[in-house]
């Protein structure tokens, strides 16, 4: 009887093993490597003929002369990626926030009070996906010119509707990224809010709670880990967007980290720059992510 | 320095017809590439080993030289300027393809090209009367195809290459000279392009499109008389006002605003004082992109620092009811602006020389070449290809006649060439301050 179980359980574990290679291997193929040829860019040199960056493999013989440049670019004399990163927190940070009082309204009625109509507004909530990112941005130039339907619209009600909004402004930007981002944001509040047992609510209310404080008290500490996943979700590609910025502003004035790499990217012989500031804004990333694995880690163990 | 720099597959394939009001499948690319930059792939060539280089160019061997302007030795390659032509070496190794053979059978002609930047149209027709098959293939920056050019792993026949990187090209034994014998279409060229500063003797290149650099304005909001200045300027037009996405061009700006002409200056106060007059433009909000054909026409900007080939274009993207007569295109009469061109070679790892000629030849047919002007917008430096000619043909509404690139400009204008390694770094990293840094 023991033996066999013990078989079996061998066999189950073969099974999980044989079941997760795929996405191992999937993982060491697209993230491992490819983060590995990151860094031996960042370590290597130029070829001085062509102006093109020349990856150095082994860990033994990196550079820092990238590295060092870099640094001296952020806080030497003449820096001008410190501002850009500067403006990339305060940009994604204020983004994050408005989407957050933004999505977790539509997120709790839809998970609490749509009722019958709870799958029409998933799809609702979903069709933005539909469309690709880049012509839900290109959709808004129009929207926000001078003329546009935007300027109208404020101007319908009494507001002053002549404002530039594609002249190179901050506010913008950062609207752009809200925009753009928070879908996900809504999604992921849902799945979490929805998973919370309603039995735990009644109970409250019962014990005499109420509902402002039932909320407080119960649905947003049981919907903490959803609000930092989703706030991850969201941020994460806020921070390294370039895309949204160039399209609303293109202002040197609002640049973001995400258009200093990019700009490393396209000049001839600042790959291994551009590199070296990747792996720098992957670094800073990853600390509120050790963060959000050693906070869900606990939330599961007290909640188990 | 080229126009097409980052721009992305997937954006325009054909222009839109002029009612179409298609105005958003330009704007579809991803264009704008920040910072850019592949004016020096030249720049400090240390590995070249030895000087290949002869002709003109014989100035001091290795490093550059302060004097701005003048031809100087980078690691060997010489640095073609006007007063000092380059005549390239022909090597033992790589010597032009025999006259009078015959072009290959079931063949697949390989062309390697920037985005949106040929007519799709003129390579079939090619195909058609030489029966070969196509495949083109793109590229985003000049960075990027010498970079995997440089790997030797490709078989392309035919590439657009930059002046400034056509050294390392020879050099490297990348391009393959020409046989003129298969040329004859040469003589439809400007009679420049049979001896230019950059090959003389057209060894290894014939021209493909030339064009200026100026300042596109809307006439109906923009009560300023044209000129370099017009971005300091701007301050009544705050968040109208734009330069070209593009390291050269952006400095080149500044440094012509105040009549300094040597667009190749290695001089670090100029280069210098060029950044500071650009700081000055955050005071009007300045916005930094390269969608000046569709800026302007739809009035997201005002005064914006423009290519003729694309403004060329940019009437095509006015809204419904917008009068042609808006749109302003100036180049200095004076000729004493940037001015640039692109060439077609024959590169050695292709399967197909003898078709690799013969395109090299179609694409300099008059007819061939207006074909490909109606999809690419930018102009070849063609004798018959004049300003009252596309716009009897209504390929060019006259009030954007200046767009159009006269033969004396690429005797008088400025080109912007490849820089010692240590001036493009200079300029990069003014460029890089301002552009990203305010």
Not at chain 2, 149 to 177: A, H, N
Not at chain 2, 264 to 289: E, F, K, W, Y
Request: hydrophobic content about 40%; charged content about 15%.
């Amino acid at each position: 009887m023991r033996g066999s179980s013990r078989t079996d359980h061998r066999r189950g574990r073969l099974l999980w093993i044989g079941l997760a290679a795929p996405g191992a291997i999937w993982l060491l193929v697209l993230f491992v490597l490819p983060f590995y040829a990151m860094l031996s860019v960042a370590g290597g040199g130029i070829n001085a003929f062509f102006q093109t960056s020349v990856p150095i493999w082994n860990p033994l013989h990196w550079s820092t002369a990238n590295l060092s440049m870099v640094w001296s670019n952020i806080v030497g004399s003449g820096a001008f990626i410190g501002p850009a990163m500067l403006r990339t927190l305060i940009y994604t940070g204020i983004a994050a926030l408005l989407s957050l009082a933004i999505a977790y309204p539509v997120a709790y009625f839809v998970s609490r009070y749509a009722g019958r109509r709870k799958a029409l507004y998933l799809v609702l909530l979903i069709a933005p996906f539909w469309v690709s990112y880049m012509m839900r941005m290109l959709a808004w130039i129009d929207l926000l010119q001078q003329g546009g339907f935007f300027n109208k619209a404020l101007s319908s009600v009494g507001l002053p509707g002549n404002t530039d909004w594609l002249g190179g402004k901050s506010v913008t930007v950062i609207l752009g990224l809200v925009y753009g981002y928070i879908p996900y944001l809504i999604l992921v509040l849902y799945a979490g809010l929805d998973r919370i047992d309603g039995s735990l609510l009644d109970a409250a209310r019962d014990l005499g709670l109420s509902r402002w404080r039932t909320f407080w008290r119960v649905t947003v500490p049981l919907s903490k880990p959803t609000i930092i996943a989703g706030t991850f979700i969201t941020v994460l590609p806020m921070i390294g967007d370039y895309y949204t910025n160039q399209l609303m502003s293109a202002a040197p004035g609002t640049t973001m980290i995400g258009n200093v790499i990019e700009g490393q990217l396209e000049a001839a012989g600042q790959t291994g720059q551009g590199a070296v500031l990747s792996l720098m804004l992957l670094i800073v990333l990853l600390i509120p992510m050790i963060y959000y694995v050693i906070s869900t880690a606990r939330a599961s163990r007290e909640y188990a | 320095m080229h126009p097409r720099e980052g721009w992305s597959e997937g954006g325009i394939r054909r222009r839109p017809e002029p009612d179409e009001g298609d105005a958003i499948s330009r704007r579809q690319l991803l264009g704008a590439g920040a910072g850019v930059a592949l004016g020096a792939l030249l720049a400090g060539c240390g590995s070249s080993g030895g000087t290949g280089g002869t002709g003109g160019a014989g100035g001091g061997a290795g490093g550059a030289t302060s004097s701005s302007g003048a031809a100087s030795m980078s690691g060997g390659i010489p640095l073609a300027r006007p007063n000092t032509p380059v005549k390239w070496p022909i090597y033992s190794s790589n010597k032009p393809i025999a006259s009078g053979l015959k072009p290959e059978q079931n063949a697949t002609l390989q062309i390697y090209n920037w985005v949106a930047y040929i007519n799709e149209a003129v390579i079939k027709n090619f195909c058609k009367k030489y029966n070969c098959k196509y495949q083109l293939t793109t590229f985003n920056t000049m960075s990027e195809a010498m970079a995997k050019l440089g790997t030797g792993q490709l078989k392309f026949d035919v590439f657009i290459p930059t002046i400034d990187v056509l050294g390392p090209l020879v050099e490297s034994k990348l391009i393959r000279p020409l046989n003129q014998s298969y040329i004859p279409n040469i003589a439809n060229a400007w009679p420049d392009y049979r001896n230019p500063f950059y090959d003389q003797g057209w060894q290894y290149t014939t021209p493909y499109s030339i064009y200026t650099t100026g300042m596109a304005w809307r006439k109906d909001k923009v009560n300023l008389a044209p000129s370099w200045n017009m971005p300091w300027e701007g301050a009544k037009y705050k968040g109208k006002v734009a330069l070209l996405d593009d390291y050269r061009e952006g400095i080149s700006l500044a440094l012509l605003r105040d009549g300094k002409l040597d667009l190749n200056t290695t001089d670090p106060a100029q280069i210098q004082a060029a950044g500071s007059a650009l700081a000055q433009l955050s005071s009007v909000n300045i916005r930094i992109d390269n969608n000046d054909y569709t800026d302007v026409p739809t009035g997201k900007t005002w005064i914006h620092h423009a290519w003729s080939g694309d403004m060329a274009a940019s009437y095509q993207y006015l809204p419904k009811g917008t009068p042609i007569d808006v749109l302003g295109y100036w180049t200095p009469p004076d000729k004493k602006a940037p001015v640039n061109n692109d060439l077609m070679v024959n590169l050695t790892g292709g399967a197909n020389p003898v078709l690799a000629h013969l395109f090299i030849n179609y694409m300099l047919d008059v007819h061939n070449a207006i074909e490909n002007y109606t999809y690419v917008g930018y102009m070849q430096p063609l004798t018959a290809v004049t300003a009252p000619r596309l716009i009897k043909e209504k390929l060019l509404p006259p009030q954007l006649s200046s767009t159009v690139v006269l033969p004396s400009y690429f005797r008088e204008g400025l080109l912007e060439l490849e820089l010692p390694e240590s001036a493009n770094l200079a300029w990069e990293d003014t460029w890089n301050k301002f552009s990203k840094g305010l």
